[in-house]
């Protein structure tokens, strides 16, 4: 499967931004995705997962309650929408999909990863 993230941008503190994460490949459907983020110097750190069903979700401590995983698996697509965007949500934002229909929190889960889209959170 391939990946393709979008959405990112620049974004005053308190702000919000809707990322998508768009996939090819009929097996979409049975795939678990998350989000995953790296900030310049730093190492890629979870951030949400979804089950292949939608019915199961997963946040980091970090961002629960400000950021909402969904996918449309009509559209191969899923979502993180993010608000009270903090300056330290700055990094790049990445999709991965684990063919196990649940990656949960570990990176080694994910087998397929999109390019990234840049988010810029200024205070």
């Known amino acids: 499967v391939q990946l393709q993230a979008s959405g990112g941008g620049f974004v005053q503190a308190g702000g919000s931004l809707r990322l998508s994460c768009a996939a090819s490949?009929?097996?979409?459907?049975?795939?678990?995705m998350g989000w995953f983020r790296q900030a310049p110097g730093e190492e890629r750190e979870f951030v949400a997962a979804?089950?292949?069903?939608?019915?199961?979700?997963y946040y980091a401590n970090s961002v629960k309650g400000r950021f909402t995983i969904s996918r449309d698996n009509a559209k191969n697509t899923i979502y993180l929408q993010m608000n009270g965007l903090k300056p330290e949500d700055t990094a790049v934002y990445l999709c991965?999909?684990?063919?196990?229909?649940?990656?949960?929190?570990?990176?080694?889960?994910?087998?397929?990863w999109g390019q990234g889209t840049l988010v810029t959170v200024s205070s």
């Open positions: 490949g009929r097996a979409f459907r049975n795939y678990g």
């Open positions: 979804i089950s292949w069903s939608g019915g199961s979700t």
């Open positions: 991965a999909a684990s063919p196990a229909g649940w990656g949960g929190q570990a990176i080694q889960q994910y087998d397929f």
